[in-house]
């Protein structure tokens, strides 16, 4: 499903570039995801939103209730007393990531609302959109998309880092259009144009004098995809030849 969904959004990216718009993608970055789930939301969303009752709605209840942990410095030293987990799902477990999924569930919704396209597996969500640079509206979208799962995360017990979340322009023009960060309502953070990273994978950034051309290593499906896109930009001429 994840190779399928990140296929898409590179083919999505493509697309767009064939008709001369830019693609923002937004990387969002929540803080200590998986130790914020509030258990009883949860359990609302597998029953009213997922459809389950009765003894395997119970049995979630069970496997989210009575659990304990406390802290040792090392194997020799005294351990603390323990602690009751009142929230959060348990890390590094099968189902960790799965039921964190289904509690992210509304987000979809609210973000179709907004006609923005996304791609999300657990707490890795990306936001993209596409646009021509005379386009006011779906930046507009754009922020006005990312204020409200702000909102909506903070409802839901759930904190989005905007010191870490950030903006990738995406566009193969020569020379590229200027645009402006987006300014998230509320706490008046600006979301910062990133060269260090893409989703899933490391890029290494060259610096020619100044920062507009770079080049990475793929360490995924989507990187592999840009990777390949380079490669070919070298050998032939086409929509795609970026790098001459």
């Known amino acids: 499903i994840t190779e399928t969904a990140l296929t898409r959004v590179v083919n999505d990216i493509l697309i767009s570039s064939d008709e001369g718009k830019s693609t923002v993608i937004m990387l969002l970055d929540l803080s200590?995801?998986?130790?914020?789930?509030?258990?009883?939301?949860?359990?609302?969303?597998?029953?009213?939103?997922?459809?389950?009752t009765?003894?395997?709605l119970a049995w979630f209840s069970s496997y989210l209730s009575n659990r304990f942990q406390y802290v040792q410095k090392c194997a020799d030293s005294t351990p603390s007393l323990y602690t009751e987990v009142q929230y959060g799902v348990p890390q590094g477990s099968v189902l960790g990531p799965l039921l964190f999924s289904l509690y992210m569930l509304p987000l979809?919704?609210?973000?179709?609302?907004?006609?923005?396209?996304?791609?999300?597996?657990?707490?890795?969500?990306?936001l993209y959109l596409s646009f021509k640079s005379n386009e006011v509206s779906p930046m507009l979208s754009?922020?006005?998309?990312?204020?409200?799962?702000k909102e909506w995360m903070n409802?839901?017990?759930?904190?989005?880092?905007?010191?870490?979340?950030?903006?990738?322009?995406v566009d193969f023009r020569r020379p590229r259009p200027l645009m402006d960060p987006?300014?998230?309502?509320?706490?008046?953070?600006t979301i910062?144009?990133?060269?260090?990273r893409m989703p899933r994978g490391d890029w290494v950034v060259s610096w020619p004098g100044t920062p507009t051309d770079f080049f990475f290593f793929p360490s995924g499906l989507l990187e592999f995809f840009f990777f390949f896109l380079f490669f070919l930009s070298t050998l032939a001429i086409g929509p795609y030849s970026f790098l001459r």
């Open 182 to 189: 987006v300014i998230i309502r509320g706490d008046c953070r």
């Open 142 to 149: 754009l922020i006005s998309c990312v204020s409200e799962l």
């Open 155 to 169: 409802k839901n017990y759930l904190s989005l880092n905007t010191d870490k979340t950030d903006e990738l322009v």
């Open 108 to 126: 979809g919704s609210l973000i179709r609302k907004h006609n923005v396209n996304f791609h999300s597996y657990a707490d890795d969500t990306q």
């Open 32 to 52: 200590a995801a998986f130790d914020t789930i509030d258990h009883s939301i949860l359990l609302h969303r597998l029953d009213n939103d997922v459809g389950l």
């Open 54 to 56: 009765g003894t395997v």
């Open 192 to 196: 910062s144009f990133m060269l260090g």
